[in-house]
């Protein structure tokens, strides 16, 4: 096989995170016996060595973010001795499935550039990937359809986070578990958030493996800013709080024509709960008690709805309408003075082709909020993660392929490339040199050791959808903030007792999934 090297490849576009999260869904265990044909094709394979020289910042990166940050064509981004691809055992790889398959299902708009991205796994391991293309739009029907089937067309597929308890409960997906352990998948340097809750199902074990990482931030910009308080922006003491948030907004929005003082993300659905999960993780808001009973209505969750409602009267215009596409649209082209959104937009910002507003913003710590209870608590919301299927024939090939796929170098790069395909490693978000060409990486890291997450249950996604719902009718004015929570809280015991919680059928126990909601449980501070 021969690896056309692709100076442009988009990890972003190897999986397109879609607007409506039309990622999708789920995949798992078992797998039919392979005979072994590998022995005598890798012997014929190029050297491993060489492939693995290829994969570098001069052969993935973009030329234009090379030459804009200096980047020497073998910078490291990251940390070889912790990235996978350069520790594992590539001869006992080919040796044991060189002349296998793995058939990967993908968004059919997707599939020529994974074709691209994966020829170096294929000259790697000797293992052909077959694309299983589906349409974007029917994506997750197709293949839940699929799982329900019990013979789903694909041994792999990579999808959005929230949907793991989704496909881990009725065990279409495979545990991950004796794999990581043989190919010494290097979880540890996965920040905890990501390691907890894109990988493992709570107490059930390992069943994906972390790929694009997000964690939500605050971005502003420094110029305008300036032009209210008088001073430089300071990361933690410029917006020190959601009430001083309040006020600058208002402040901010009489500064320049067709600029809002702030923008954030308040249409309907999963949208809405997204920027009230962020708001309210610093409120103090847990979003059940020891017996899954959902407590996000008391008075720390309506406070952050509240806060909500407040901020929203000096943001940009639609705001209710908004998800992510229109909330970076509005960012990048300097619509907006300040932005609660994804770490991508403090990164992007910076990037000529991408941005209106290079050199003049900077991303902040998390405010705070004031009240008893509140906590620094950075949301981890979103994400995807990747998976094998249960019905696999080659479940063994699949979990190879997404190893590569995840490892530490490739991750580094998507960053780099500013794609919106985040890093979850330690060692990526700790370098100096990817640093560099990641605005926000810093705080960003220094947020990990702290973030708090929603846990990857059944239906947990259709229950943010109903809830986003209620809050949108907030926002529009149409119900009281305490009305939206109530609301939205007897939603989300209808579904969860429709997937088996409140019975003795209920995946687990609520402390099997309780230490990652927090992971800044019981640490100090940064403030």
């Not at 990990?448 to 209620?470: D, H, K, S």
Request: net charge negative; proline share 5%; charged share 20%.
């Amino acid at each position: 096989m021969v690896w056309r090297n692709n100076r442009d490849v988009s990890r972003r576009s190897f999986l397109k995170s879609t607007t409506s999260v039309g990622l999708a869904a789920t995949a798992a265990a078992g797998g039919l016996p392979l005979i072994n044909v590998g022995s005598g094709l890798a012997q014929s394979l190029e050297d491993p060595a060489d492939i693995l020289a290829r994969i570098r910042v001069g052969d993935y990166v973009r030329q234009d973010y090379r030459e804009q940050y200096s980047l020497a064509d073998d910078d490291a981004l990251w940390d070889p001795a912790k990235d996978w691809i350069r520790t594992v055992d590539w001869e006992q790889v080919r040796n044991e499935f060189a002349g296998t398959t793995v058939r990967f299902a993908i968004g059919a708009a997707d599939m020529e550039s994974a074709a691209d991205g994966l020829e170096p796994f294929e000259a790697l391991s000797g293992i052909e990937v077959e694309l299983v293309p589906i349409p974007d739009d029917s994506l997750y029907d197709k293949v839940l359809a699929e799982f329900i089937s019990g013979n789903a067309s694909f041994d792999a597929l990579q999808f959005f986070s929230p949907w793991l308890g989704d496909f881990a409960a009725p065990g279409f997906l495979t545990r991950l578990d004796d794999f990581a352990e043989k190919w010494k998948l290097p979880l540890e340097d996965f920040y905890d958030t990501y390691r907890l809750n894109y990988g493992y199902f709570g107490d059930k074990g390992l069943f994906g493996i972390p790929f694009d990482c997000d964690i939500q931030m605050v971005h502003v910009r420094p110029s305008l800013l300036k032009q209210v308080t008088g001073q430089d922006v300071d990361t933690k003491l410029t917006v020190p709080t959601y009430d001083e948030m309040i006020r600058l907004a208002a402040e901010l929005n009489k500064i320049e024509k067709g600029v809002a003082g702030v923008g954030l993300m308040a249409g309907r659905g999963f949208w809405s709960t997204y920027t009230w999960e962020h708001i309210a993780a610093q409120y103090g808001v847990d979003l059940f008690d020891d017996d899954w009973e959902p407590i996000f209505n008391n008075d720390a969750g309506v406070k952050a709805l509240e806060t909500i409602l407040a901020l929203s009267e000096s943001a940009a215009e639609g705001i209710a309408g908004w998800g992510w596409p229109e909330n970076r649209a509005a960012w990048l082209g300097g619509q907006l003075a300040m932005n609660i959104s994804w770490q991508d937009s403090g990164t992007q910002g910076t990037r000529p082709d991408q941005s209106r507003i290079v050199g003049d913003l900077v991303t902040i710590y998390e405010p705070r909020a004031t009240i008893e209870g509140a906590r620094f608590a950075p949301p981890n919301i979103a994400g995807s993660t990747s998976c094998v299927t249960a019905s696999a024939q080659n479940p063994e090939g699949a979990f190879l392929m997404l190893a590569f796929l995840t490892t530490a170098s490739i991750m580094a790069m998507n960053e780099a490339n500013a794609n919106g395909v985040a890093p979850g490693y330690k060692s990526v978000l700790k370098n100096e040199k990817l640093r560099a060409v990641s605005q926000p990486a810093e705080i960003w890291a220094e947020s990990l050791e702290y973030a708090w997450c929603a846990p990857r249950i059944p239906g947990m996604f259709e229950m943010e959808q109903a809830l986003g719902n209620e809050i949108n009718k907030a926002v529009v004015g149409q119900t009281s903030a305490k009305e939206a929570l109530d609301t939205g809280a007897a939603a989300w015991k209808r579904i969860m007792t429709k997937n088996g919680f409140f019975s003795k059928n209920e995946p687990f126990k609520y402390a099997a999934v309780a230490p990652a909601t927090w992971v800044g449980r019981g640490k100090p501070s940064p403030f």
